[in-house]
């Protein structure tokens, strides 16, 4: 029940207003003076105030401002006797919903009311879903600001205001478990269960018994009744991750479910209603799967009425530094474990691997170089050679050697003259062979193998520029 404030010195007025109020089912607070009113604001809690412009000693709209700064969401209706529209003015630049001018019809005063009330509740569940999804989303509970997120946000924006099922595609690790949460979270079913399985992990004889559940007897060892995860979640929503991985006989069976929105539990003889939301998701392409004969076509269509499509890291890299270091946080304060940051180059050669495990690998690889840290810096040897494969590897030193082989390429003069092709050789293969010996912070077998050269040879190349390891490895 809305709960509204009326303030008005006329005592006689505030009696009828709350009268016809209460007899169309609001609850109602009244006060003669501003501070009675505004003390109600902020011990009671209301929906909407109306306001007396003329009040004894205060003006009433001085006294909007107090309960806006109590709750500026509050839509407050102005009354006046004097409703010239200099005050009309005034009142509504200053924040009124709206203004009455007395004697007002208290049918005008009736729609005002739930037209302010209306406002307010959208109002609020926009504030609501944007709260949640910056939330979620921001630095501080990053997945990422890049464009494409954003378009995924709005995605799970719209489709959390139907009813309707969702189907979320993406790699392994792109965060679909988490987006049909936020989804969940933000739709009507809120406050109903999110109940969450993956296809894949459960056996096969057990699906349908997991999913519908079963009656004490079904089978040997039912010694008594469960209820399915599609009963779990009524009133709420179901996430069927790795649907693809759902058999055929089952697939018939959810398609039962989803058409008729009931089902039969295993040995049961009653047919079992539901309102439960469906969101599914696959780390394959389903349409492909169902050109394949693996995937039921009616299923699919039934399950695909909203697509979202996550985006690979890979194509999203700017989101990695936040990424990057929400993780870091998160680990170092769960572990306790005090480290400052990552170190200059870091983010740079995060954001040079392609990151096929998309963020869960992310959060894995910066997780394993919290452990392995010892200092209160992550530096670059406790992320690429742990996570990187050779190949990956390898190829940011070409990138690196490629970028000297430019460099000097294009800074040929040293001086007044022109440097020799040998002497622009050597300077870069010197630099290349300090370079490396930072990156791997002079582990000379890791350099070596990253270089393409034995281990021999590359301590061949050290002794020719008098090169120390000792020098790199506590930098």
Same mark, same amino acid.
């Given at each position: 029940?809305?709960?509204?404030?009326?303030?008005?010195?006329?005592?006689?007025?505030?009696?009828?207003?709350?009268?016809?109020?209460?007899?169309?089912?609001?609850?109602?607070?009244?006060?003669?003076?501003?501070?009675?009113?505004?003390?109600?604001?902020?011990?009671?809690?209301?929906?909407?105030?109306?306001?007396?412009?003329?009040?004894?000693?205060?003006?009433?709209?001085?006294?909007?401002?107090?309960?806006?700064?109590?709750?500026?969401?509050?839509?407050?209706?102005?009354?006046?006797?004097?409703?010239?529209?200099?005050?009309?003015?005034?009142?509504?630049?200053?924040?009124?919903?709206?203004?009455?001018?007395?004697?007002?019809?208290?049918?005008?005063?009736?729609?005002?009311?739930?037209?302010?009330?209306?406002?307010?509740?959208?109002?609020?569940?926009?504030?609501?879903?944007?709260?949640?999804?910056?939330?979620?989303?921001?630095?501080?509970?990053?997945?990422? /600001?890049?464009?494409?997120?954003?378009?995924?946000?709005?995605?799970?924006?719209?489709?959390?205001?139907?009813?309707?099922?969702?189907?979320?595609?993406?790699?392994?690790?792109?965060?679909?478990?988490?987006?049909?949460?936020?989804?969940?979270?933000?739709?009507?079913?809120?406050?109903?269960?999110?109940?969450?399985?993956?296809?894949?992990?459960?056996?096969?004889?057990?699906?349908?018994?997991?999913?519908?559940?079963?009656?004490?007897?079904?089978?040997?060892?039912?010694?008594?009744?469960?209820?399915?995860?599609?009963?779990?979640?009524?009133?709420?929503?179901?996430?069927?991750?790795?649907?693809?991985?759902?058999?055929?006989?089952?697939?018939?069976?959810?398609?039962?479910?989803?058409?008729? /929105?009931?089902?039969?539990?295993?040995?049961?003889?009653?047919?079992?209603?539901?309102?439960?939301?469906?969101?599914?998701?696959?780390?394959?392409?389903?349409?492909?799967?169902? /050109?394949?004969?693996?995937?039921?076509?009616?299923?699919?269509?039934?399950?695909?009425?909203?697509?979202?499509?996550?985006?690979?890291?890979?194509?999203?890299?700017?989101?990695?530094?936040?990424?990057?270091?929400?993780?870091?946080?998160?680990?170092?304060?769960?572990?306790?474990?005090?480290?400052?940051?990552?170190?200059?180059?870091?983010?740079?050669?995060?954001?040079?691997?392609?990151?096929?495990?998309?963020?869960? @690998?992310?959060?894995?690889?910066?997780?394993?170089?919290?452990?392995?840290?010892?200092?209160?810096?992550?530096? @670059?040897?406790?992320?690429?050679?742990?996570?990187?494969?050779?190949?990956?590897?390898?190829?940011?030193?070409?990138?690196?050697?490629?970028?000297?082989?430019?460099?000097?390429?294009?800074?040929?003069? @040293?001086?007044?003259?022109?440097?020799?092709?040998?002497?622009?050789?050597?300077?870069? @293969?010197?630099?290349?062979?300090?370079?490396?010996?930072?990156?791997?912070?002079?582990?000379?077998?890791?350099?070596?193998?990253?270089?393409?050269?034995?281990?021999?040879?590359?301590?061949?190349?050290?002794?020719?520029?008098?090169?120390?390891?000792?020098?790199?490895?506590?930098?």
């Amino acid at each position: 029940m809305d709960k509204i404030l009326v303030l008005d010195d006329d005592q006689n007025l505030l009696q009828v207003i709350k009268m016809r109020l209460e007899a169309n089912d609001y609850q109602v607070a009244t006060a003669i003076q501003a501070e009675d009113a505004v003390e109600i604001a902020k011990t009671k809690g209301i929906d909407l105030a109306l306001v007396d412009l003329k009040l004894a000693g205060k003006n009433g709209i001085e006294v909007m401002e107090e309960l806006h700064q109590i709750n500026p969401e509050i839509p407050i209706i102005i009354l006046t006797a004097y409703g010239t529209i200099k005050s009309a003015v005034e009142a509504m630049k200053r924040g009124a919903y709206s203004y009455l001018s007395k004697p007002f019809d208290y049918h005008d005063l009736l729609l005002q009311i739930k037209n302010g009330l209306e406002k307010s509740r959208l109002s609020k569940e926009v504030s609501r879903l944007r709260n949640m999804v910056e939330g979620t989303y921001s630095f501080k509970n990053v997945i990422g /600001k890049s464009e494409k997120i954003r378009k995924v946000l709005a995605e799970v924006a719209l489709a959390a205001e139907s009813e309707s099922s969702v189907y979320i595609e993406g790699e392994s690790g792109t965060g679909k478990g988490l987006i049909a949460k936020t989804l969940h979270v933000a739709s009507s079913r809120k406050d109903g269960p999110f109940i969450a399985i993956n296809c894949a992990t459960i056996p096969e004889n057990l699906l349908e018994s997991e999913l519908f559940g079963y009656e004490k007897g079904a089978f040997t060892g039912a010694t008594r009744s469960k209820k399915g995860f599609f009963l779990q979640a009524h009133k709420g929503t179901l996430f069927l991750d790795e649907i693809s991985e759902m058999p055929a006989f089952m697939q018939a069976k959810l398609l039962r479910a989803l058409e008729e /929105k009931e089902f039969y539990a295993l040995g049961g003889e009653k047919p079992v209603k539901v309102d439960t939301r469906v969101i599914a998701a696959s780390n394959k392409k389903m349409k492909e799967q169902v /050109k394949m004969g693996r995937f039921r076509e009616d299923l699919f269509y039934r399950i695909h009425v909203i697509p979202i499509e996550l985006p690979p890291l890979r194509q999203r890299k700017e989101d990695i530094p936040l990424l990057a270091e929400y993780a870091l946080q998160k680990i170092t304060s769960e572990n306790k474990k005090p480290i400052r940051g990552f170190s200059p180059g870091v983010v740079q050669k995060l954001m040079s691997y392609s990151w096929p495990g998309n963020v869960r @690998e992310l959060e894995n690889t910066v997780e394993c170089a919290v452990a392995m840290a010892r200092h209160d810096v992550i530096t @670059e040897d406790l992320i690429l050679p742990t996570h990187m494969t050779e190949e990956d590897q390898a190829g940011s030193s070409k990138e690196t050697k490629q970028g000297f082989e430019k460099n000097y390429a294009i800074d040929m003069t @040293e001086g007044d003259r022109v440097r020799s092709f040998k002497e622009a050789k050597q300077g870069f @293969e010197k630099n290349y062979v300090m370079e490396l010996m930072e990156l791997t912070n002079g582990n000379i077998s890791r350099a070596a193998k990253l270089a393409g050269k034995y281990r021999a040879d590359f301590y061949d190349i050290l002794r020719k520029y008098d090169l120390n390891p000792e020098d790199f490895r506590n930098k």
